[in-house]
């Protein structure tokens, strides 16, 4: 992946205001170029606060004990200790933590092994720098952001259910069924709200509103069961 040195004045400014304290990340990538970009990238982005960045995950448990991030990027295959070994040791000394998975891997049983173990998001490193940046606030902001070829994947592991259902049979809205399309195809909350010419909490409401009457308590379930039984 090509990470920009530095975002344009137009990306940073339609990023959604930060009102609270910058996000503090820790990244876990073992390729220096890459993580050299990243660590520009952040820095250079308003509202994110890059305090640590390593090459394996062999110090983890002291690493996050100490700087205490809000969201961890981490890639998978690292020397000495990998990244799935890292999310299991995050989840257990600091669960609340969202550790968002950076990698090239695309295959089932990793994808499968991130989640289990308690990944909010899996990004492929094709991803462009705004929506990463975008993608880090989101998964502060309790979301589950995926790289879209992902999302698809994660209805494969779900139970076998009948795969046919009508949209109107969940009750759902016009805006939620148009809202739930936009979850679906990777959108952030910001560009929910852009392209359906509403605020932010507008549009958090109607997610809202979209889990209770699907049954779920994230984005990847309603991602996943919206496709996995075709509601949009």
């Known amino acids: 992946m090509s990470i920009a040195v530095s975002l344009s ?7 959604e205001p ?18 050299e970009s990243l660590s520009v990238l952040l ?10 960045a390593f090459v394996n995950c062999e110090q ?5 004990i100490e700087l205490k991030p809000d969201v961890v990027l981490m890639d998978i295959d690292m020397p000495v200790a990998n990244g799935l070994k890292g999310l299991k040791i995050i989840k257990q000394i600091a ?3 969202n550790v968002v998975m ?3 891997f695309e295959d089932n049983e990793n994808i499968f092994e991130a989640i289990c173990s308690g990944a909010v998001g899996y990004l492929l490193k094709r991803t462009p720098p705004f929506r990463l940046l975008e993608a880090i606030q989101d998964a502060h902001n309790g979301g589950a952001p995926m790289t879209s070829s992902i999302a698809r994947k994660v209805l494969q592991m779900l139970p076998a259910q009948q795969r046919i259902t009508e949209s109107n049979d969940y009750k759902l809205t016009e805006r939620e069924t148009e809202i739930l399309n936009l979850l679906v195809k990777g959108n952030s909350y910001k560009m929910i709200a852009d392209k359906c010419g509403i605020s932010i909490d507008t549009v958090r409401s109607h997610i809202k509103k979209i889990y209770d009457k699907l049954h779920v308590h994230s984005q990847t379930e309603a991602v996943a069961k919206a496709i996995h039984e075709r509601i949009v």
């Open 18 to 35: 930060m009102t609270q304290s910058p996000i503090k990340i820790v990244i876990y990538e073992d390729n220096p170029d890459l993580r």
């Open 60 to 64: 983890v448990a002291k690493q996050i």
């Open 102 to 104: 950076f990698t090239v």
């Open 9 to 15: 004045n137009e990306f940073r400014n339609s990023l």
């Open 95 to 97: 669960p609340k933590v």
């Open 43 to 52: 820095r250079g982005s308003i509202g994110f606060e890059l305090i640590g």
